[in-house]
């Protein structure tokens, strides 16, 4: 940042699209606020923010050179790798990639399966039963909507390691133990529910009360209100729910474990896990197996990305 | 349409027609009641019994977990490291977060693409982390690889071999982790500061640190809030990164509370003592998430 007092304007903000724009506003904010000025100054001003950019970019490569690690090994062979760990995939291989997919117990695919399986069936199932909770919740006279939500936000605050292991003795009772539908119940019921809960009733509070009131005058139920009106009024805050549930259940790594148990096919998170200690020292294989794991949660980030700071940032802001 | 709408209200006998929503609602309050609020009161009720799966019978021992709770070393020494882990990363999560957002709090297509590169860490699961992690600082692993080319060492280093680098080197990857988290948080804090302040900052004759203490500082505090906050709760069970980077080890080193919880449920099958541990860490968690929540909104309220 900047030592002295002198003036620094943002070199790329010279012409104005939105996000040049944009770009100067957020700039002049903790910059200058004067209006550009030439001559000499203005040349050590481009070089300042010549150097920022430069800086920024150094600091951001050091912070993921592990990420570029595991991505470029993945396309090297072990030899490449350990002669000199930074340099880029030259020769190019596929063959870790094949390698992975090719394993007889076929880690990767049926990890990938069960993941799928999983997150999607917990979406499905806990999306609507929390936003019609949560619009249940809402409709509620205060105290009882204080007392509920209350209870619920203990959920958010409950390290799951507290509750595994009555969840797991309560599976094997009603005979859920080592399944997945145990485990996606168990997901359903559990602290994610109350992380939905908080969002939507959160945003439940800001859409004007007259749009409900009105369908209510129409004759319209409570069931029907939900499904026709708050549901597609709701979507940006399902969009928050699904992709953090969502990245949150694919990542989850202590209910697959010890609610699958060792003998079922497993999650892709947890069939690592398992699988790969043996395969610690054939980095090839092992950054291989990684990137087919993670190319699914890295690809949903980056598309969704807009939604995704948006609902971490709206969540930030309520706090 | 007001003739319908019209037609339609008196048609209508009672004011609430149609299906409520009443039983999904408790249904999802049913599931939430079995798989979390059950789960605590049976946790609590084993935490004054002996019990244990292997045996048929369990009997109520009162207070008698408590007491080996407090005369643990073992908890005693996963209690410690969780609190040398949970210390280093808010601190160095939170300090380097907000300095990464004020370097990249700029809204050009290279910093935009920056902070999506950051914010990488928090969406790879924790298992990946680590595993990545794991081949940098094993013993024959890519760091000590490098350094050799480098001709900086001969020998390789422990990274995750022995006590203390161990604990670092979990200090290290965790708060590699949650800095993607906190860069996030306060970006968006940042950006919702009012230029004008500090355009009368600098009026006022205030410098970048000025302005960073009086202007920056108190705007920010909301995020601050969130991020010290979820920096504690989320590195207070902590579990997946140390079961793939050091197992616990060496020589239990490396066992949080929370992984030392589950060792005594799962491996010695202790279930009554691992309750006293679960409903010990819940506490702890509620007093640390109460008590930094309560000072930091305190901050904030002094604006």
């Known amino acids: 940042m900047s030592t002295t007092d002198t003036p620094m304007a943002f070199a790329a903000g010279d012409e104005g699209t939105t996000s040049e724009r944009e770009a100067e506003i957020i700039l002049a904010s903790f910059e200058d606020p004067a209006p550009r000025r030439f001559g000499p100054k203005s040349r050590r001003r481009i070089l300042r923010a010549g150097g920022h950019l430069v800086a920024a970019w150094l600091v951001t490569l050091a912070f993921v050179l592990p990420i570029y690690i595991a991505l470029s090994s993945a396309f090297k062979s072990q030899d490449q790798i350990l002669a000199n760990p930074l340099a880029p995939p030259a020769p190019f291989t596929f063959d870790n990639i094949l390698t992975a997919l090719q394993r007889p117990d076929q880690l990767v695919q049926s990890g990938l399966m069960n993941s799928i399986l ?93 749009v409900i009131e009105a369908a209510r005058v129409d004759g319209a139920g409570d ?71 993670a190319i699914i949660p890295v690809v949903g980030y980056l598309v969704t990305q807009r939604e995704f700071i948006h609902g971490l940032m709206s969540g930030a802001s309520k706090g | 349409m007001s003739t319908q709408v019209a037609a339609r209200r008196r048609g209508s006998g009672t004011r609430r027609r149609g299906l409520s929503l009443a039983p999904v609602a408790w249904i999802a309050i049913a599931l939430y009641a079995a798989f979390l609020l059950y789960p605590i009161v049976q946790s ?190 989320t590195t207070l069970k902590l579990y997946d990164v140390i079961a793939v980077l050091t197992g616990g080890g060496p020589a239990n080193s490396t066992k949080s509370v929370a992984y030392y919880l589950i060792d005594v449920a799962f491996t010695n099958n202790r279930f009554g003592y691992s309750s006293a541990i679960a409903i010990f860490l819940l506490g702890l968690t509620a007093l640390v998430a109460y008590t930094t929540t309560g000072l930091l909104r305190r901050r904030e309220a002094h604006l």
């Open chain 1, 118 to 210: 999983v997150t999607a069936l917990t979406l499905i199932f806990l999306i609507p039963l929390a936003s019609a909770l949560s619009f249940w919740i809402s409709e509620r006279p205060p105290v009882l909507k204080g007392i509920l939500l209350a209870v619920f936000a203990l959920g958010l605050m409950v390290p799951p390691q507290v509750v595994l292991q009555p969840i797991v003795s309560l599976l094997q009772t009603i005979g859920l133990q080592n399944s997945y539908p145990g485990l996606i119940l168990s997901n359903i019921g559990g602290g994610y529910m109350a992380f939905a809960v908080f969002v939507f009733v959160g945003f439940l509070r800001t859409l004007p009360s007259e």
């Open chain 2, 44 to 233: 609590v009720i084993q935490s004054f019994t002996d019990r244990n799966p292997l045996k048929p019978e369990s009997s109520f021992v009162g207070f008698a977990n408590y007491i080996e709770l407090f005369q643990d070393p073992r908890l005693a020494r996963s209690l410690g490291f969780t609190l040398v882990v949970v210390v280093f990363v808010t601190v160095v999560a939170n300090t380097l977060g907000l300095m990464f957002a004020m370097l990249l709090n700029r809204s050009t297509v290279n910093y935009r693409v920056m902070r999506t590169l950051i914010f990488i860490p928090q969406v790879l699961s924790g298992v990946i982390v680590a595993f990545i992690w794991r081949s940098i600082l094993t013993q024959n692993g890519l760091l000590n690889v490098t350094l050799q080319n480098l001709g900086l060492t001969d020998t390789a280093i422990s990274w995750i071999g022995t006590p203390e680098l161990a604990t670092l080197s979990i200090c290290v990857v965790v708060s590699w982790i949650t800095i993607a988290f906190s860069t996030v948080v306060y970006t968006a804090s940042l950006q919702s500061v009012p230029a004008e302040l500090y355009e009368a900052a600098k009026v006022d004759g205030a410098g970048v640190f000025g302005r960073f203490r009086n202007v920056t500082f108190p705007m920010i505090a909301p995020g601050m809030t969130i991020s010290v906050t979820l920096s504690l709760i």
């Open chain 1, 223 to 293: 069931l029907r209100i939900w499904w026709t009106i708050v549901m597609p009024l709701m979507r940006p805050a399902t969009a928050t729910v699904g992709i953090f549930l969502g990245l949150w259940v694919w990542n989850d790594f202590l209910n697959p474990l010890f609610i699958l148990g060792p003998l079922q096919g497993q999650t892709i998170t947890t069939g690592i896990y398992q699988s790969l200690g043996t395969y610690s020292t054939d980095y090839g294989q092992l950054f291989g197996i990684m990137l087919l794991a």
